[in-house]
């Protein structure tokens, strides 16, 4: 890990979950994301402090734990820190607990649960709205990009440089995971309009190994856009026949040849079902209950 330079005081850390940095003329840094544990927010620190640079200020883009885990370090270390996420975002990660019991749809079992909240209680100081914001003095736009989570957000500073949190994937991590996660369909396909009309010279993603122009931002979201609709399009031809839940994932996961260990299963299937309410939404589905079973299929 080490303090990589965008534009002018825009920076960003590679990282597993990449974090942003805004270098404050006072020696302040804002981060914008904070690694996914004390660990991480540790060497964060460390490569800072080298720069002579102390984190001031903290903005999620969202409350999952790669991107949110660090806060409790930081808080500690600094408990005057102001920390900001936007508001569907502040109870998900105030309360880490919520978001792997909604994952499992009831309270979720420590072997799932374990992954997530594996951070100390954070306190969001404030919360945080689409348009322009100030911070110690600079402008901020913050964009809302859900999809991924209900209140993801983008933040852009005034020298053209965006960080997209997880409102894209890169083409390797598709690659890798090739059924996203993705909270709410509808969202995620606006979203992919926003970012096709944002103008900004620099983004980066929180899943990447590369800072992207606006010519292959432009490509991504076409690559994204069109990966999800394949999968929307396979459910679609799969729930031509009645289908629960768990088996259009099952099918989707043989025709796909996709892997999924006790976690990624969990994740998988929240995608699929955020699928299904899109095709429900939109009166493209009917259901049935039978034999304690619920199906659904195409009209």
Do not use: W
């Amino acid at each position: 890990m080490h303090l990589k330079k965008i534009n002018g005081h825009s920076y960003y850390i590679p990282a597993p979950a990449n974090i942003g940095v805004f270098h404050f003329k006072d020696k302040y840094a804002l981060l914008i994301d904070s690694g996914d544990n004390k660990q991480q927010a540790r060497k964060i620190d460390e490569i800072l402090k080298e720069q002579k640079l102390s984190v001031k200020y903290i903005i999620n883009t969202h409350n999952h734990i790669d991107h949110c885990g660090g806060n409790g370090f930081f808080q500690e270390r600094s408990p005057g820190i102001e920390i900001l996420a936007s508001v569907p975002e502040k109870q998900l990660i105030e309360e880490n607990r919520l978001f792997p019991d909604h994952l499992y749809g009831g309270k979720a079992p420590h072997e799932l649960a374990r992954h997530f909240t594996k951070s100390p209680a954070i306190h969001i100081t404030d919360t945080i709205f689409p348009g322009t914001c100030k911070i110690n003095e600079e402008k901020f736009e913050i964009i809302s990009l859900p999809g991924h989570s209900p209140g993801q957000i983008g933040i852009a500073t005034c020298e053209r440089v965006c960080y997209l949190g997880d409102a894209l994937f890169s083409e390797e991590k598709i690659a890798k995971y090739d059924l996203p996660f993705l909270f709410d369909i509808a969202a995620q396909l606006e979203t992919y309009q926003t970012l096709s009309h944002l103008d900004y010279d620099y983004f980066v993603l929180g899943h990447a190994d590369q800072v992207y122009d606006r010519e292959q931002l432009q490509h991504l979201i076409n690559v994204n856009r069109s990966h999800l609709q394949e999968y929307i399009d396979l459910a679609g031809e799969i729930l031509n026949q009645p289908k629960t839940r768990e088996e259009l994932l099952e099918e989707i996961s043989i025709l796909k040849d996709l892997q999924l260990d006790y976690k990624e299963y969990y994740f998988s299937l929240s995608t699929v079902g955020a699928i299904i309410t899109y095709l429900y939404d939109k009166k493209l589905l009917v259901y049935q209950v039978e034999n304690g079973k619920l199906y659904y299929y195409i009209k």
